[in-house]
């Protein structure tokens, strides 16, 4: 890997092809725009001076995802007033969308609102593995990675998160959640 061998072009390369990626990743643990971007900065900077140490037991892409989820949480934690400053998880989910989908209708403006506080009302720990699973970016090796734990563990956090917001869904009336 170039990169590696200090090659600045490569690392630059890298950084073109992920920066996507982990800015997703650290909107999904922020929901703020400008926290997710100066996460994203802060994990390409602590990648580049800890590529000495990257190992190749996983992906690049994996090992910079996992600096970027540290780089967001140590962020969140460490703002204490981030819920009063983040956006609605419409934000967050709208990024990740592939094609724009028409939602002129007020059932289903009402129907996103119940989805959202219901994802809302979820520990951080189901929420962050349904956001990061939800935006179909990671594979869930790569978000079990980002969030340090174990395959199976992430998806019994997301299947549990599904069961839960559709249980409040059920529990509003919605018959098909």
């Avoid at 910079?64 to 998880?89: E, F, K, S, V, Y």
């Avoid at 969308?97 to 009402?110: H, M, W, Y």
Wanted: proline share 3%.
């Amino acid at each position: 890997m170039l990169a590696r061998q200090g090659d600045t072009a490569a690392f630059d390369a890298l950084v073109v092809r992920h920066q996507g990626a982990v800015y997703r990743a650290a909107l999904a643990a922020l929901r703020a725009p400008g926290e997710a971007e100066e996460a994203a900065q802060d994990a390409f900077i602590r990648a580049w001076s800890r590529l000495s140490r990257f190992r190749g037991d996983a992906s690049f892409k994996t090992w910079l995802l996992t600096i970027a989820w540290n780089r967001a949480m140590t962020r969140r934690r460490g703002l204490t007033h981030w819920l009063r400053r983040a956006l609605p998880l419409e934000h967050a989910a709208s990024v990740t969308d592939r094609q724009p989908r028409p939602d002129d209708e007020a059932g289903a403006s009402e129907l996103r609102t119940h989805i959202a506080a219901a994802i809302e009302a979820l520990t951080p720990k189901l929420r962050d593995a349904l956001l990061l699973a939800r935006s179909g970016d990671y594979s869930y090796e790569e978000i079990a990675a980002m969030l340090g734990t174990s395959t199976g563990t992430l998806k019994w956090r997301v299947a549990e998160a599904r069961r839960k917001v559709r249980g409040r869904l059920a529990a509003l009336g919605y018959v098909d959640a």
